[in-house]
């Protein structure tokens, strides 16, 4: 009989390639890991990873729609009955961006990938908030692109979404800061090394031209670990190869 | 008996204050004036800007509700079938914004006001661009704010909309500014001389910390008369008094 | 026996291309125009261009080294002194840019082209404030690059001048606005068509693909009358040809 | 008889307060640490830190003066003599800043400031880019404030200069990072608690609303420590009391 006093993570969007990363470096760090996703399948690549990562702590999954905010609030309510109250929230969902001219996307496209990358994400955040506020700290992390600062001809979906994720994590971090919730959105200015890039990017892949995502999980366990008196809201990434614009 | 080939400038969001000043502006210019809004009665005294402004131009107004993609559709439609196809459309709708903490707002309200200040502007977009790409030539300019570079303690709802719109106003210029269409995105850094904020600020309002918004109308119809080889996308204006933050 | 009631445009960097489009734009607009630079030769299409535009107004030249803080500021009394005190004062030195690797760059190249870009402005501004303060009344307009806003590897000498004279122009503004000065920087996010360019470019320049400098000039006039309730601070130009990232 | 493989952290700039603590936390994570500052009492603070941090480190102070490029240089060669080529430099000069109205700084200040901040900067850099190029690693971090990204009314001459040192770390990065040289820049967003800031807030000083430098100085060691797949380039950091603009 005992009590856990571990911290609590609570990953949205825990499948392969970034969601494992995080999973097995919160874990590796003494969280209890709990993943949400819309199928167990998803995470378990993610489950596995916490698991061996720290086999003595606990891992959850909890299945959740991030396009419903019903269903992301009744998956981290379960987490917190389960698990404890969230310590670090991750919104790390990504959904099926398919970039394409304007004319070609549709109201409903927008309106889908708002749903899941801000409306989602605002969920989420509501959900683990008042539990943070009470106990006076808590971190949440969103996962955001490029997109965040920057439109482009065949990426307006996603574009309008990140640059909306992105107001919305400054506005929630100057709501919370000052009473202990540490806020910050990532902005991945790169390809990352996972299943679907190498796909897209075929014979071009080249391993040094992309992000290892257990080296980019690193930094947001970084961001969390930050000490209050300095805190960081943006953080940006590329690997060491990229020739990015600002 | 004639044929008029008088520019045709949409309005969406033809109310008092900024939205009267534009059909005055643009009337005055020459153009044929549409106003959109959900009632006749929101939009008399845009269209009596306009009539006065041009008496010998055309007005017409059209009912089109902004939180309904297929309203702006139906009346974008029902402007170029009346007047011709739209030369210029301004995007100045601006939802009922209210101003308070994170949670204090509901996914209802995010969703809410993401359909009017965002899907809106896209479903009109989508209205007018065919016609622009066939001609080779449009003007696309939305109106916005502060808010679309910096979120905001209380500013959450407002800040993820107009940070979305300002993204979406990126891209769909780096998709058809190379097929002749100009589109840019207003921000309005500070306050207008409009009735709301005059009540809003009370006894505290100063017209010299205030935008007048026939000067802001002019801004817009410079934007629009830009020679084609010398473009803006992104303008901002407020008035001399105001010490801003970038 | 007459006195000049026209305003006084004083042109510092005042050669062919964008230094001649400005002194024809501002002359054709009833300005008295003085063109300040190294050599009456290097001014002398600027002047004609003026005295075509405006044959019953004034040109003036004067000469002064814009690497020179005390040159520019004797230029610029004596454009006072002649002309009337100075309405509108353009910076739009372009010292001689060349791009190469940083550890190709040396110290003292960076001190030059500081010298020109940033010092040469500030001095410039120092020198027409005291009396457009006296009067309440004024404009400032800074030429500058998309190396304001993004560094690049062969362009660091560039970059840290442009960074340094966008901080510049929003403190002069943010110091001066309510005290009717207005102050803008003017980013010119592509080529323009002018000789350099068209000699660097070679076979592949595209006159479709240059920004016009009698059109990038309008602007500028744009943002000098625009009314003081409305006025921008950082202004962008490009080509609608420019695939361009912010 | 050994070889130090141990790796060298030179610090420009090591007073008191950010830069003892830089000493302090590199040195602890096992660097040896090179001082650099005009006067050995200067700096004093910060070699004792190190020392105590890593007793059996070795700790050198080297006499540079920031405003000349040849003493660092010269500087930057003797730590290299004398500790090995340096790994990791970091740029944390602060000129002697005086917050003023623009026409009450002249541009003797302002040459004095960029000479400072900026050319002492490149200076330093160029010293210690060729070994870290060879040996394809190294990381540089300039120590900067929210000056880089916006000018104020009374703050002309320090905006001036961290805005070109912003589009120098730029620079730098983009042309080294693909050789192994990790270039950051450090964004200071708010007070530090140091002497000079207490002194200069008073009974108004709080240290809840300062960034702690041991703190801030965490952040610096992670961005050294970042794997290179995942780097950033630019940082910000602020109390989790601050209610910043970006």
Redesign the interface.
């Known amino acids: 009989m005992s009590t856990s006093i571990k911290p609590v993570c609570a990953i949205v969007g825990a499948g392969e390639g970034l969601g494992a990363s995080l999973a097995r470096v919160f874990a590796a760090d003494g969280c209890d890991v709990a993943l949400l996703s819309r199928t167990a399948a998803g995470s378990a690549e993610a489950q596995t990873a916490a698991r061996q990562a720290n086999p003595s702590g606990r891992t959850l999954y909890v299945e959740a729609d991030a396009s419903k905010?019903e269903s992301l609030e009744a998956g981290l309510k379960s987490v917190a009955s389960q698990l404890g109250a969230v310590d670090i929230l991750i919104y790390n969902v990504r959904g099926s961006v398919s970039f394409k001219?304007?004319?070609e996307s549709s109201?409903d496209e927008?309106?889908e990938i708002?749903?899941v990358e801000?409306?989602g994400a605002?969920?989420a955040?509501?959900a683990v908030?008042?539990a943070m506020?009470e106990r006076g700290s808590g971190t949440i992390l969103y996962s955001s692109a490029t997109?965040?600062?920057?439109?482009?001809?065949?990426?307006?979906l996603y574009?309008?979404?990140?640059?909306?994720?992105?107001?919305?994590?400054?506005?929630?971090?100057?709501?919370?800061?000052?009473k202990?919730v540490?806020v910050a959105h990532l902005r991945l200015d790169c390809d990352l090394?996972v299943p679907i890039v190498r796909q897209m990017r075929g014979a071009s892949f080249k391993k040094e031209n992309?992000?290892?995502t257990d080296?980019?999980a690193?930094?947001y366990l970084?961001v969390h670990k930050?000490?209050?008196?300095?805190?960081?809201?943006?953080?940006?990434?590329?690997?060491?190869?990229?020739?990015?614009?600002?």
């Open positions: 905010a001219p304007p004319l109201c927008l309106r708002l749903d801000v409306v605002f969920a955040t509501r908030l008042p506020l997109a965040a600062l920057r439109g482009s001809a065949n990426g307006l574009a309008t979404a990140k640059f909306g994720l992105r107001g919305m994590a400054q506005s929630v971090a100057k709501a919370y800061a000052a202990g540490h090394d992309t992000a290892q080296d980019v690193q930094t970084w930050q000490p209050r008196s300095a805190w960081s809201n943006e953080v940006e990434l590329r690997p060491y190869t990229e020739t990015w614009t600002i």
